[in-house]
């Protein structure tokens, strides 16, 4: 079975070398890289073959297709693989932020779009190189509800790939539920600098981070049901299992990047706007992260 993985970044090699292990891995990129093997070291230890390619004919005809770039580069990821998309073809996204699936659903028939949510922590090292430093679960489901037998397929192929994985029939209150999270603790690392655990010790900051916490709550369940009752718990939790880690918000202001603010505390603001919400300390967030960013990238 051919498996099209779009985005060669930590997230796309980490799969890439997973599925590789038993299944055809077409790795799409934009730069020309020689790559023909991917490893992935830490909780995992995996060395697969994979085609890498960076023109999407290539991807004709695969049975799935992941997409794996940032949520900002997600419209015209679509925009290019669309052409080679087949009638057959299940369409996956596995990144952060709110409206990835909704996008593909523009583009795609929305009976072959499946959203998920992944809790893994990958770091990328060079080309085809990346590091697996946490395991979690993955969810899975048809966008933005129920599942079907694409979605079935997909699980199969992860769990065979020996991914913990779970279908879920509201595949959408999981995807808002890991942007609450994220909301609250990316943003906050990304403009102190402190490591994801620190929020928990400090009142001020926590208290921050539950007002946050049920501001955006508050949105989503104007949008849909929400898989735990008590948020701020997950998202305590969330920040007590990776005390330790840079929010990869944080690295991408360390490394002058863009960030992915706009589709996370922005979507929430959008969102809220849509249902007449106000969404204040969102927005603040937003404001305060962009203005980071401009100074890191005028930086470097
Ligand atoms: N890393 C993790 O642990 C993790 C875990 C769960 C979810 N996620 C989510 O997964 C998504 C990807 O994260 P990541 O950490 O893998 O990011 P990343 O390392 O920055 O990788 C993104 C990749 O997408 C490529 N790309 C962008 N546009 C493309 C296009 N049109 N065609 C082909 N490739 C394209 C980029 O290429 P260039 O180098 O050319 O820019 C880059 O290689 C994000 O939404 C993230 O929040 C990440």
């Known amino acids: 079975m051919k498996i099209g993985?779009?985005?060669?970044?930590?997230?796309?090699?980490?799969?890439?070398?997973?599925?590789?292990?038993?299944h055809e891995v077409i790795l799409l990129g934009r730069k020309d890289?020689?790559?023909?093997?991917?490893?992935?070291?830490?909780?995992?230890?995996?060395?697969?073959?994979?085609?890498?390619?960076?023109?999407?004919?290539?991807?004709?005809?695969?049975?799935?297709?992941?997409?794996?770039?940032?949520?900002?580069?997600?419209?015209?990821?679509?925009e290019l693989v669309r052409p080679h998309i087949s009638p057959d073809t299940g369409v996956i996204s596995l990144q952060n932020g709110l409206n990835n699936e909704r996008i593909i659903s523009e583009f795609v028939d929305p009976e072959r779009v499946i959203g998920g949510v992944t809790s893994h922590g990958i770091t990328y090292r060079s080309p085809g190189e990346v590091f697996h430093?946490?395991?979690?679960?993955?969810?899975?489901?048809?966008?933005?509800?129920?599942?079907?037998e694409h979605v079935y397929g997909f699980a199969h192929i992860l769990q065979e790939a020996g991914m913990k994985v779970e279908m879920v029939d509201n595949i959408y209150g999981h995807i808002w539920q890991k942007v609450i999270v994220n909301a609250c603790i990316n943003p906050l690392t990304a403009l102190t600098g402190l490591k994801n655990g620190v929020l928990l010790e400090h009142r001020e900051l926590?208290?921050?981070?539950?007002?946050?916490?049920?501001?955006?709550?508050?949105?989503?369940?104007?949008h849909t049901d929400l898989p735990d009752d008590d948020i701020l718990k997950e998202v305590e939790r969330v920040a007590e299992m990776t005390a330790d880690n840079h929010s990869s918000m944080l690295q991408d202001i360390q490394r002058g990047r863009r960030t992915e603010?706009?589709?996370?505390?922005?979507?929430?603001?959008?969102?809220?706007?849509?249902?007449?919400?106000?969404t204040p300390l969102n927005h603040l967030l937003q404001t305060l992260v962009k203005g980071r960013e401009l100074s890191s990238l005028r930086s470097i």
Request: glycine share 12%; charged share 20%.
């Open 5 to 22: 993985i779009i985005g060669p970044g930590a997230l796309g090699t980490f799969l890439a070398g997973i599925i590789g292990q038993d």
């Open 33 to 78: 890289l020689p790559l023909n093997r991917v490893r992935i070291s830490g909780k995992t230890d995996v060395e697969s073959s994979i085609q890498y390619s960076i023109n999407p004919s290539d991807l004709t005809p695969c049975i799935y297709m992941i997409f794996c770039t940032k949520s900002y580069d997600t419209k015209q990821a679509v």
């Open 133 to 148: 430093a946490g395991q979690g679960y993955t969810y899975l489901g048809l966008y933005p509800k129920g599942t079907n």
């Open 206 to 222: 926590r208290d921050f981070m539950e007002k946050v916490c049920y501001e955006s709550r508050d949105v989503a369940i104007k």
């Open 261 to 278: 603010i706009d589709c996370i505390n922005g979507a929430i603001v959008d969102a809220g706007k849509s249902v007449g919400a106000e």
